[in-house]
């Protein structure tokens, strides 16, 4: 039997550009999907999906879980059908779009696979195969989600001339945020067909937004190392802005953050591809991250409440 974890994520700013050479920052969330993978007689492999969701997450992300699922075993070089396998996936983050629920999935079972095969794969390799499992679910995978899902911490990740790169960004001390779910499942496959229309749309005004995530990339960087979460806070805030009027967004997910700055967070945005999924929100205190919370889950919102460091 061999088993293998990888962690949630949220991004701060940047997630939906990176493949147009967009910084981002991002954070592994302490919550992790598990896999375990036994040998089984029979034939091909077989799966038991056991984790939490957000209700219709799994069955929407089907097609795409078993076309992953057969990507990571032709390149981690398992045959199946010789060697018979139960995959079971478990654990306690919520699966839903935005936390990086499939980058988890990918690399957890990249470990699971590596631990019950003794492959001897290093975390650089766990980590191409978590990216090589995304293809499935994004189209083509910037590697950010995998990244965060296999290293965990602070980071910063960018692709120039092609080439992935990420750095860990050190904080003197923890931080606090509550996720809200909009109950939409975003099809973040679409997110690049998306882009492209709206570069097509206006691409003088594309160019300048990205020259603006960029700054405030930097600056938000510069906020984190320096522990002023007043300012990332105020930088999530205008980037969902941004957000908002490349119909990245989605009504709930405005409402949600708009919800949780009225109830005392330092800022807020949606979370990974946009267009559903979750928000994240910058909270002070544990007060106010149980009074955020308390408000999403009295509306039947599915939340997360989670410190990062």
């Known amino acids: 039997?061999?088993?293998?974890?990888?962690?949630?994520?949220?991004?701060?700013?940047?997630?939906?550009?990176?493949?147009?050479?967009?910084?981002?920052?991002?954070?592994?969330?302490?919550?992790?999907?598990?896999?375990?993978?036994?040998?089984?007689?029979?034939?091909?492999?077989?799966?038991?999906?056991?984790?939490?969701?957000?209700?219709?997450?799994?069955?929407?992300?089907?097609?795409?879980?078993?076309?992953?699922?057969?990507h990571i075993l032709e390149v981690m070089e398992i045959d199946a059908q010789k060697t018979p396998i139960k995959i079971?996936?478990?654990?306690?983050?919520?699966?839903?779009?935005?936390?990086?629920?499939?980058?988890?999935?990918?690399?957890?079972?990249?470990?699971?696979?590596n631990d019950e095969f003794n492959l001897n794969y290093s975390i650089e390799q766990i980590n191409n195969v978590g990216w090589e499992g995304e293809f499935?679910?994004?189209?083509?995978?910037?590697?950010?989600?995998?990244?965060?899902?296999?290293?965990?911490?602070?980071?910063?990740?960018?692709?120039?001339?092609?080439?992935?790169?990420?750095?860990?960004?050190?904080?003197?001390?923890?931080?606090?945020?509550?996720?809200?779910?909009?109950?939409?499942t975003a099809d973040t496959s679409k997110l690049d067909i998306f882009v492209e229309k709206e570069i097509e749309r206006d691409p003088d005004m594309f160019a300048l937004r990205l020259e603006t995530i960029i700054s405030q990339g930097i600056e938000m960087k510069e906020a984190f190392e320096t522990y002023?979460?007043?300012?990332?806070?105020?930088?999530?805030?205008?980037?969902?802005?941004?957000?908002?009027?490349?119909?990245?967004?989605?009504?709930?997910?405005?409402?949600?953050c708009d919800r949780a700055i009225s109830l005392g967070a330092l800022g807020a945005k949606v979370t990974g591809g946009g267009r559903g999924g979750y928000m994240s929100a910058l909270v002070p205190d544990k007060e106010t991250q149980e009074k955020v919370a308390a408000s999403f889950i009295a509306d039947g919102y599915q939340t997360i409440k989670a410190q990062i460091g």
């Open 1 to 70: 039997m061999g088993k293998g974890t990888a962690f949630g994520k949220t991004i701060f700013i940047g997630d939906q550009f990176v493949l147009h050479e967009v910084p981002a920052i991002l954070a592994a969330l302490p919550f992790v999907t598990e896999a375990v993978v036994e040998r089984t007689d029979g034939q091909g492999w077989t799966l038991e999906d056991n984790r939490m969701e957000v209700p219709g997450y799994k069955e929407k992300k089907k097609h795409q879980q078993v076309e992953s699922i057969n």
């Open 88 to 113: 079971t996936y478990g654990g306690d983050l919520l699966a839903g779009s935005g936390v990086g629920a499939s980058a988890a999935s990918c690399v957890s079972l990249a470990r699971a696979l």
């Open 136 to 184: 499935a679910y994004h189209g083509i995978p910037s590697g950010v989600d995998n990244t965060a899902s296999t290293y965990g911490g602070l980071i910063k990740y960018w692709i120039k001339d092609e080439k992935k790169h990420f750095e860990q960004i050190k904080m003197e001390k923890p931080f606090l945020l509550v996720l809200g779910n909009s109950g939409i």
């Open 228 to 256: 002023n979460l007043k300012k990332v806070g105020e930088i999530m805030t205008a980037n969902h802005k941004i957000l908002i009027d490349m119909d990245l967004s989605h009504e709930i997910l405005v409402d949600l």
